[in-house]
């Protein structure tokens, strides 16, 4: 399966620290996507980075692609109590089919 | 633009019955994703439908089925429902089917007794 694993599973920081969270996945990859999932609801879209792409930010977002260890961070810089959410990485196969990893619940405390 | 809309929101059935969710994509795109959601299995890919036609398909029993109508509009079904089908049923959707953004309806909270 192509599925990612994510980690950690979850984290717990104050408002202002960073946040990173790491993902793992298994086959050849087009791109890599970062979701978020606010208390079991749809998801959103945060940012998509290409496998040729090595680095990418967007806002307080910045994510980083290694494909040579098919693995992916994600860091939320100087976090806000609004950014407590589940994260997830999705990758999708050649035939548009989405793999989301297990995903890591992000607590921002005031 | 109005986002991904599911009904309905949340749903109560019981064992053995049958279940139709609704999801209206966004205007003007054409492919419809499902997804299934639950604190075991995470979330999983049921299917995608694009122009009417199922493109992909999971791994899940022929229980489940889905299909898609010529304003892009989707439908998903579950026959003979079991306990182990709650979840939370998310559709998702695409302008042009590509592996790129995907735009997540709220979903709907299925709860089988």
């Known amino acids: 399966s192509q599925q990612g694993e994510e980690d950690p599973q979850a984290l717990s920081i104050q408002e202002g620290e960073n946040a990173t969270m790491n993902c793992s996945y298994k086959t050849s990859i087009n791109n890599l996507q970062w979701y978020r999932q606010n208390s079991g609801r749809g998801l959103v879209h945060l940012i998509l980075?290409?496998?040729?792409?090595r680095e990418k930010h967007s806002g307080r977002l910045r994510v980083t692609l290694d494909t040579s260890k098919k693995s992916s961070s994600l860091l939320i810089t100087a976090s806000r109590a609004a950014d407590t959410a589940s994260y997830f990485c999705?990758?999708?196969?050649?035939?548009?089919?989405?793999?989301f990893g297990s995903g890591t619940k992000l607590n921002v405390k005031p | 633009k109005a986002g991904v809309t599911q009904t309905p929101r949340y749903l109560i059935k019981t064992r053995g019955q049958q279940v139709t969710l609704s999801c209206s994509p966004i205007?003007?795109?054409?492919?419809v994703s499902w997804y299934q959601q639950t604190p075991g299995q995470g979330l999983q890919f049921l299917f995608e439908?694009?122009?009417?036609?199922?493109?992909n398909k999971g791994n899940f029993p022929g229980r489940f089925s889905g299909r898609q109508f010529s304003n892009s509009r989707s439908e998903m079904n579950v026959s003979t429902l079991e306990l182990g089908d709650s979840a939370l049923y998310l559709c998702?959707?695409?302008?042009?089917?590509?592996?790129?953004?995907?735009?997540f309806g709220p979903g709907t909270r299925l709860t089988v007794t």
């Open positions: 205007s003007g795109h054409r492919s």
């Open positions: 980075i290409r496998s040729n792409e």
């Open positions: 439908y694009f122009s009417e036609t199922q493109r």
């Open positions: 998702a959707s695409s302008s042009d089917g590509g592996p790129y953004e995907q735009y």
């Open positions: 999705a990758t999708p196969d050649n035939f548009n089919k989405f793999y």
